[in-house]
């Protein structure tokens, strides 16, 4: 009896201890596999592009587009004023000059934002390719980085130089807002960006700059310039190689006598008059090309 006790011990226990070390063994991979606490984190659709805005003015595709930007919205409030942010101030004079352009009955217009909402910078110039604009005018405005009670506007076209410090510390904040919590949002790609700026950017750059002293020429009495108005920097919402492209920072919000003036409607109208004549003399002289059934293009 003893002997088979024995022998039974024998084949149990060992048999038992290593079902033990098996059971505590597949514990503790349990307690790696699956932690008590588990955060989901629910990932961003893929990325869709936004609807395009309507255009306003004739139902004539042939006249030529217009597409005004004004600057930031949303979260992104832009240079701060006294008691006004610079999204408010864009906005109110990008619709000022729309109505504007609409009166004279030839101009087509569409804003990239018509309320108070963020876009960013590369869908600002997506929306206006899209629509096949035939001008692009980002208007923004600036607050004092530069020495003293500066005032005025400038007009910025594209360049990989900037044309001065202060229209190199202008881009870099207004090419942050792309940015947000350390992200770069936007997809620009420095070899590409080189190319096309060699090759394609020629042209948009020329016109770019014909317009740009246009809407010096027209705004001369109308509207306060800075002292070196014109200017050209790499901003990243000019960098259309197809579009004529120009940003209009219209002062310093910043300074609490324009901060009012450009959110006045006297300011606003004022802005309007002035730089409706600098795009109606433009589309004159620069009719746009559309592309005709036989895909000649037609400069009608
Ligand atoms: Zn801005």
């Known amino acids: 009896m003893k002997l088979r006790l024995a022998i039974l011990l024998l084949f149990v226990l060992p048999t038992l201890a290593l079902a033990a070390i098996i ?3 597949r514990q503790q991979d349990r307690q790696v596999a699956e932690p008590a606490y588990v955060e989901r984190v629910e990932l961003a659709a893929p990325a869709t592009r936004i609807g395009l805005p309507q255009i306003a003015g004739p139902d004539d595709p042939a006249r ?12 992104d409030s832009g240079a701060r004023g006294e008691d006004i942010f610079e999204k408010a101030i864009t906005l109110g004079l990008a619709q000022t000059l729309r109505d504007s352009l609409v009166e004279t009955g030839n ?8 309320e108070d909402r963020f876009i960013s910078l590369e869908e600002r110039v997506d929306i206006a390719r899209r629509l096949g604009a035939d001008l692009f005018l980002s208007i923004h405005a600036d607050s004092a980085g530069e020495s003293g009670e500066v005032t005025g506007a400038s007009i910025y076209i594209l360049s990989e130089e900037a044309s001065s410090k202060e229209a190199a510390r202008f881009a870099e904040n207004e090419n942050r807002a792309d940015t ?3 992200v770069d949002l936007s997809s620009a790609d420095d070899t590409v ?13 020329e016109l770019a700059a014909q317009f740009a002293s246009l809407i010096e020429r027209e705004g001369q009495g109308i509207l306060t310039f800075h002292p070196q108005p014109r200017r050209s920097a790499s901003l990243v919402v000019l960098r259309a ?36 004549d600098a795009i109606r003399v ?17 400069a009608t």
């Open 282 to 298: 433009f589309f004159v002289r620069n009719p746009p090309e559309r592309e005709t059934a036989s895909g000649a293009r037609d």
């Open 180 to 182: 947000i919590g350390g």
């Open 23 to 25: 059971t505590a063994k």
């Open 64 to 75: 030529p587009l217009v597409v005004i930007d004004p600057g930031h919205g949303g979260f």
């Open 241 to 276: 190689p197809d579009m004529p492209s120009v940003l209009y920072e219209a002062g310093f919000v910043s300074n609490p006598e324009e901060a009012r003036e450009l959110s006045s409607p006297g300011g606003q109208a004022r802005f309007a008059i002035a730089l409706t």
């Open 193 to 205: 960006d080189a190319i096309l700026f060699e090759l394609s950017q020629r042209r948009s750059r």
């Open 107 to 114: 101009i087509r217009v569409a804003l990239t934002r018509d």
